[in-house]
């Protein structure tokens, strides 16, 4: 587990923000904290001009108080079909305060008959599974995991739950009724995309009843490229930063700016993926946002989305 210090605040209003990236524009979003405990160090956020210092993270206590207070309000004029959790952090950090106000804010959403969807990789509790339980029809969750090695996840997700900890998530939440997929995101060249990553991962996916999967290959917003050249080790430093062009970047979900893996290594990397999952009995499903230049999907479960009683707007359902 990664150490990190936890500063409490009050959040002020507005409680949820609409995004702007990708499949999950114009979505209602709701980040429990800023800054992450998780510490991976792909993590786009980190480089946030607003973002805490490392190891930081800044928990905002009263959102709970403030969802009840939206939601409730008899002057409301329309109610979200949806709300996706932490976009820029993650629900499940290993801190009980933090899983208190994540659980406080999830359990008052689904009171209330709003969705909720979050991609996590971290461990969920199991007095989340059990409320879960309770609505399955309204709880989507995916489950980020690009490898088994628990190396990989020592180096690159500090903070993370251990993959196998993340398998039984995606089992817990199954037996709980709970639709759940697996992300591959962010897959990292000559890291995580060789055949014996990807065979290892995908037949025990499949053991374990999954039929899809989706995936992303890494991509370096401006900001981000300083933070790894100074915290990844000289091995990794060496083979991510080969894989990239040094110059150039691409709009991708719309505005932002990053550097991304050249189009033709992607593409070889996604069809060795597909090649490898169809022998698995498995489907893929190539984030279309973070790939503009490819042909892609958009990042959302088979099922079609809700649409709220207040309006006739359909929200997708899970983060990019």
Do not use: W
């Not at 698995?280 to 503009?292: I, Q, S, T």
């Amino acid at each position: 587990m990664k150490d990190f210090k936890l500063i409490l605040q009050n959040k002020k209003p507005p409680v949820l923000t609409r995004a702007d990236f990708g499949c999950l524009s114009g979505v209602p979003t709701l980040n429990v904290t800023a800054g992450c405990g998780l510490g991976c160090l792909y993590c786009y956020a980190r480089a946030y001009p607003q973002a805490p210092p490392p190891d930081t993270v800044v928990l905002y206590a009263n959102l709970p108080r403030l969802i009840v207070r939206k939601l409730d309000n008899p002057r409301a004029r329309t109610r979200p079909a949806e709300v996706v959790f932490n976009t820029a952090s993650d629900c499940f950090q290993p801190h009980p305060d933090v899983l208190d106000v994540t659980m406080a804010c999830m359990a008052a959403l689904l009171e209330r008959g709003v969705r909720i969807s979050f991609l996590t990789k971290g461990m969920v509790p199991d007095r989340f599974i059990r409320l879960f339980a309770r609505q399955p029809d309204l709880v989507s969750a995916r489950i980020g995991l690009v490898c088994l090695d628990e190396n990989y996840t020592r180096t690159f997700e500090p903070g993370a739950a251990a993959p196998g900890e993340r398998l039984d998530n995606l089992v817990r939440l199954q037996a709980a009724g709970v639709q759940v997929g697996v992300r591959l995101d962010p897959i990292i060249p000559f890291v995580t995309d060789g055949e014996r990553h990807i065979t290892e991962l995908c037949r025990v996916l499949a053991d374990l009843g999954l039929k899809e999967i989706t995936a992303s290959y890494l991509h370096l917003r401006p900001g981000l490229i300083p933070l790894l050249d100074r915290d990844l080790p000289p091995l990794f430093k060496q083979l991510i930063f080969s894989s990239f062009p040094e110059r150039g970047f691409h709009k991708i979900g719309g505005r932002t700016r990053a550097r991304m893996v050249p189009a033709p290594l992607r593409a070889k990397g996604y069809e060795r993926l597909r090649r490898i999952a169809g022998q698995a009995g498995l489907a893929v499903k190539v984030c279309r946002c973070k790939n503009p230049d490819l042909p892609g999907d958009l990042c959302l479960p088979s099922f079609p989305s809700p649409t709220s009683s207040k309006t006739n707007k359909t929200l997708p359902l899970f983060p990019c």
